[in-house]
């Protein structure tokens, strides 16, 4: 099991920016972000494979939203730009460590705690 530190989130208004970074032990395969909207199911927003750096988004976030890794280091940024106030959510950090695709939702099976992001208009 690999353990999830998030940090960053808060309240900006829209069209604004911020930042969340997460840091995993162990060596995940693909680390992500989820979202979640209290009564609704949890979405999968952006993932990135540790090794090839490959990013992927669900497309209501893709020309906003950057994931990126540090090189060897197993922490995971989340730019979030030009933000709407749709993008409130708690978001949550995710980790994959048996392989496959990275935009899959399926793969991941360790989660953080999360990290609340309102977004006001």
């Known amino acids: 099991q690999v353990q999830l530190v998030e940090s960053g989130g808060g309240s900006v208004q829209a069209g604004g920016s911020l930042r969340l970074s997460c840091a995993a032990s162990?060596?995940?395969?693909?680390m992500g972000w989820f979202r979640q909207t209290p009564g609704k199911e949890r979405e999968w927003v952006a993932g990135?494979?540790?090794?090839?750096?490959?990013?992927s988004y669900t497309d209501s976030v893709k020309g906003r939203f950057t994931i990126s890794r540090d090189n060897g280091k197993n922490t995971v940024h989340l730019q979030m730009n030009s933000l709407k106030p749709e993008d409130t959510d708690m978001y949550y950090c995710?980790?994959?460590?048996?392989?496959?695709?990275?935009?899959?939702?399926?793969?991941?099976?360790?989660w953080g705690q999360g990290t609340q992001v309102t977004v006001s208009s």
């Open positions: 162990g060596r995940p395969y693909c």
């Open positions: 990135i494979g540790l090794v090839s750096g490959w990013p």
């Open positions: 995710a980790a994959a460590t048996s392989g496959g695709r990275c935009w899959e939702g399926s793969v991941y099976s360790s």
